[in-house]
């Protein structure tokens, strides 16, 4: 088999990479190597692999900068989709798209289905909502995977980033009004070569087992962080505020929790807590401090 991932600067693409099927040929693509939102570079790219699996997780993904500048992000998110589709439908090649949380307004109490009427409230989600109604349009035969809360490592994330706020200043500010879960990229990964091998088709969700708040969040992270020595032995404040308090101004969902049964039931996966991940993916974090 013959791979194709595009976004491998993201945090992602770097665990599908680590947790790569052995015997099958992958290629990485950073943006500076394929600009998915330019058909040429895309079609070009296909033409010259030839891959039998494509999974894009390329995306602009920053919330706020989406607010800012939407026409960049419809140009990745949306418009890119579309021609990853439509050179993947050229080569017959099986499309994995990664999607989010954020294609749903978050109004329900209750987690979402993957056929649950999408209504984005900011320019990101809607930018990742139109990406899958192109792909629909496209092709019949391909997989849309919505995840939500993703962190790593590596990379920019809400974990990593907390890690250097407490670090810094020894104090944060986090919403408590928004709730999700927190999703592991590795298991995400994992699950996507599973996917993969079975040629799933249609639309899923993923994410790790459990709902917290961003504050709920927050305090894991402190707690293990504290215990792992990835944070000072020291008093830190995590003070939990409204989102309509907080210096962020782009809406969010207030609840996107997805309902990943249809998922754990396709591919015969039994969900791990989000607790568990996190404890997992920070013990990777004591282990790589510890070697530098």
């Not at 943006?31 to 033409?47: A, N």
């Not at 035969?141 to 990379?155: C, D, E, F, P, T």
């Not at 504050?215 to 894991?220: L, P, Q, R, W």
């Not at 101004?249 to 807590?273: E, K, Q």
Request: glycine letters at 6%; a neutral charge; one cysteine or more.
């Amino acid at each position: 088999m013959k791979v194709m991932i595009t976004g491998a600067g993201g945090q992602l693409a770097q665990e599908l990479w680590m947790t790569r099927v052995k015997g099958w040929e992958v290629f990485m693509f950073e943006r500076s190597q394929l600009d998915i939102s330019q058909p040429r570079e895309v079609f070009s790219v296909f033409d010259e692999y030839k891959p039998d699996i494509v999974i894009n997780t390329a995306a602009f993904t920053s919330v706020d900068a989406a607010e800012q500048q939407p026409d960049k992000a419809t140009a990745v998110n949306s418009e890119g989709a579309f021609y990853m589709a439509r050179a993947a439908l050229q080569h017959r090649a099986h499309l994995i798209h990664i999607s989010t949380d954020y294609v749903f307004n978050g109004c329900q109490p209750w987690p979402y289905l993957p056929d649950d009427p999408c209504h984005p409230v900011n320019a990101y989600g809607r930018s990742k909502w139109d990406g899958e109604c192109l792909i629909r349009q496209c092709m019949t035969s391909h997989l849309i995977v919505r995840s939500s809360w993703l962190y790593a490592a590596n990379g920019k994330n809400f974990v990593t980033k907390m890690l250097q706020i407490l670090r810094d200043n020894k104090h944060a500010s986090v919403v408590f009004d928004e709730i999700g879960s927190p999703t592991w990229a590795r298991g995400l990964a994992e699950t996507l070569w599973i996917a993969a091998r079975q040629r799933l088709t249609g639309t899923y969700h993923w994410s790790d087992a459990g709902v917290a708040s961003r504050y709920d969040f927050a305090c894991a992270i402190n707690e293990l962080g504290q215990g792992m020595n990835l944070l000072p032995q020291e008093d830190i404040s995590i003070v939990p505020v409204r989102s309509s308090e907080h210096r962020n101004t782009v809406r969010r969902p207030p609840f996107s929790v997805l309902d990943t049964t249809r998922t754990w039931n396709a591919l015969n996966l039994t969900p791990v807590h989000w607790a568990v991940q996190l404890r997992r993916m920070m013990s990777e974090m004591q282990v790589s401090d510890a070697q530098n």
